[in-house]
């Protein structure tokens, strides 16, 4: 994803700033510390107080989504569940305890340690998706500050336009300010309205995609999982699970 | 939660007053009782008139989530739950009368006294999730007052601008008066969208939180009932419940 | 609800009308025969031209639900059905004929019809749950059209508006009409957005809120009569009966 | 339908072109070719650009549901069900062969088609929700292209108004054509929010209440067709096709 | 469909362009290339930073449904299966080993190959409705980036227009430049409305309607493939795959 991230806000920077810049206009006009103040300063502030803050913290790692590539674990995940059919169809279930105190995904882990119990397939069924489920939901939960700072961000910028108006309509007497005035009220909802649309909503977006994406890989692992549980042969493990993610 | 409300509250008032005055404006221009009074009156006439009253009492009990920190129940649920899961095999649905009797929370006794009862699992599942169902869907439409009432400040922010505006335009002839009376009617845009996306609409959804995290809890509890009534070892109830909450 | 409807109107007049006084408004210059005309007849119109007239008909029923209070038929209908029970379980289903005659709401005749004719529960549950589903549907259709309404009104006041400042602009030669006749355009659309926020999105809220009500009542009284059909014990029927009103 | 159409119709050119006459505003500054070409064929492009030709046909088709009246299907569709229940239950469902091949209506035709076929109650069931199910898709899929249209149009509206404005703003130093410059900009804005808010969104909210019906009373027609197959008397048969239609 | 296409981009040009010009607009007035690099510009780069690479390619493709007139597959399609029916009837379904073969569509390959496996109808219907789900979200979600596109480039629009407006009013000083440089800013309002709206919006909708388009026809497939398994008859085959497509 570095690959895109970085072409993405330059082409962002590009298109904004360059436009401003080709139509005759200085830099300085688009720095405004009070409206950085406002639009920054509103919207954290009504995020820190919608949301509780475990669920900040896990937005805040969320955005990492821009740094790091896709993982590509489909191959490898159907490879090691493979493994895990043909083990066990040999040796029993129990041959699975050392892969269950390896493996460093919790999700994994559980799955591995229910197997070596001896759950059955539904009981094991019944528990992963329920654990999935809350993990969707935390998720979705935790990518949605982005997603509220992306509506807040243009409010806030309105709200600075707004204050910014209303000191310029205060002053009418010297209208040789008036339009500079009105330039200065105008910053904040630019800020705002570009914030919200280069970078917080798309990163919303991204965020969802991320989550939408590692959904569809557990719900693949749920399904080899099972089939695992069942015993079935290593042929139809892997049909079932090519199936969710349609590769 | 008391530990974030604060500091968010301040940050607030820090971006929207402290920008405010950076730029030179008066505070004073910023206090306007008109405003004020269409406003806070006009979106507190539109709640009142949608709202039966014994919701709008709930939703104003509700905005005390700003105040109390979110309660970390799951330990001690669990905790319990394990205790009425070894009581139980031991000695009995019986055992529980005196937990019955001693328990503070609505939901967890009725859970008891069916337990005590001898009802069926598959009942006291139904029971207890048709009593969260209507326990949802009663705290949401509470809530919801907020919610209804973010949507509405901004609006009437709007009358009050339009009305003002309306004065101006009627006084064109003293052109002196004209930008400190737009900037008045502009005051009540200010307050309708300050209000709504800095206290009403963050306040909505940090309700909106908490009740999904009580159901969430609910639903652990219930999990955790059923599998005392259908006699389970107390391993499995364990990974039941902890399964609703992911942790 | 009388008690509350009254109170909240006169809110909503003090708010704007004491708000425009209060800010050295006249009285006159919020009255304007034209404005009303395309703001009411406007959405109207909008509302007449969508709506099948029976149920524009039932839509205006449903507003008279502003002049009733939320009437409490828990107690009563608990205690009707306990007695049901208690019938049925001594005399069999054919003493509940009489009751069937005389009762004057047609779902619960619908449902004692069925009791007395011998129908199975399930049967009796089928039925009983199409016929509220029916209910539902048509009665938010009804309620619907206030929402409609309620954003038709704002769109008319700003064509109005927009019609008041096209007859402005081609009049700009005497520029001492230009401000009486931005304020005049203006007028429309504080009409549009007064009605839609003060009045008709309200009462859409109300009225939704009582079919919910409607509809939670009568889930309770198919627990009730299924319960009663099954033969349960009085103490199951009641439990269940609870369960849907979280009382 | 016809009834409501017209006066319908009437209240609203009363509305809008009788409120601006009173203001004192001429008839020919609301008629305006240029404004027309862009708010209609711009929308009319977006909709041909998106929607497949068949559903624009089907959509035109669905908007006839201005003119004629709702049928009242509901009496004449169970007595013709009672028929066939009396019918099968003495000559069996060979006997229904002439009512099919007689039968105009796709769907009936093909329920009775399926019963002389001896087809069982299950299998007529999903056969005919399925083409049911098929049938409610493909309607809304045509009927959006109305609400389609009725989104398009006011911002067609916008986009001729900055057009407008752009040529009055190039031609400021003739400040004698300012005014009724931006007058003709505004009457773009004026069709857009009239032609969609007048005609256009509420004939796509009445397209859309007549597929409900149409689809409330195929399902009645369903109930009936598989209750019939399932040789039940007369009486379960109404009472369960009356279900559907809260009659 | 490129039967379509082209008039109605057509038919856009003149509303828009052709409009401008009647009005005596230049055509010089509407091109602008920095306006063109924010929208343009910017749109892309909130589109490159929130979807994942492989995304984006394959809703660039989807954009094709524009040139290409939608396949008429219905009947072809009744045909194979009906062929399929016979041929495996007769000779078991190891004789459609060739067809497997042959086959170039991945989705009936996919069957095909099934049915010579063997593979019980249930099994079958599972594991094709999960494939079908898998590619119904992926073209969902690729098509999704000219709907977010489409409510990007407006917001561009107005962002650029502040960027202008800022301009203009630091050099109040040069009221001659005052209404050219207006004029300027608005015509990224317009690229950004435009484009959106007779571009981008009408071809995302197209590409859902194409994809629903298909998600039925694969639905038909399933239906059809099912039966073949289960051996039915060719008659009761057609008449479940039509149910789908309502022909």
């Keep these: 994803m570095m690959k895109s991230t970085i072409p993405a ?5 590009v298109a904004v700033v360059g436009g401003h810049l080709l139509d005759g206009g200085e830099l300085g006009t ?18 820190l107080l919608q949301t509780p803050r475990p669920v900040i913290r896990r937005g805040l790692e969320l955005a990492r989504c821009l740094r790091d590539d896709e993982p590509d674990l489909v191959e490898p995940l159907v490879e090691a569940m493979l493994g ?9 279930f129990l041959a699975l305890e050392p892969a269950a105190l390896s493996e460093s995904e919790p999700f994994q882990r559980l799955a591995l340690e229910m197997l070596v119990d001896g759950v059955e397939p539904e009981e094991l069924r019944k528990t992963l998706s329920l654990d999935l489920e809350t993990f969707e939901s935390r998720e979705r939960q935790a990518g949605r500050i982005w997603e509220s700072a992306g509506a807040y961000a243009p409010t806030m910028g309105i709200l600075g336009a707004v204050m910014g108006l209303i000191q310029v309509m205060q002053n009418l007497s010297q209208p040789s300010a008036l339009g500079s005035g009105i ?9 705002g309205v570009g914030f919200a649309n280069l970078f917080l909503l798309p990163l919303a ?5 991320r989550i939408v994406d590692e959904v569809r890989r557990r719900r693949m692992l749920i399904e080899g999982f099972c089939a695992v549980a069942a015993g079935n042969n290593p042929r139809v493990v892997e049909r079932r699970m090519r199936g969710h993610v349609g590769a």
Excluded: C, E
């Design 205 to 209: 977006n991204r965020i969802k995609a």
């Design 183 to 191: 330039a200065v009220a105008f910053v904040s909802t630019l800020y």
């Design 30 to 47: 688009l720095l405004h510390g009070t409206a950085l103040l406002i639009v920054v300063g509103g919207s954290a502030s009504a995020i």
């Design 9 to 13: 806000l330059l082409l962002a920077l």
């Design 84 to 92: 895990y059919s043909r083990l066990t169809r040999r040796d029993g």
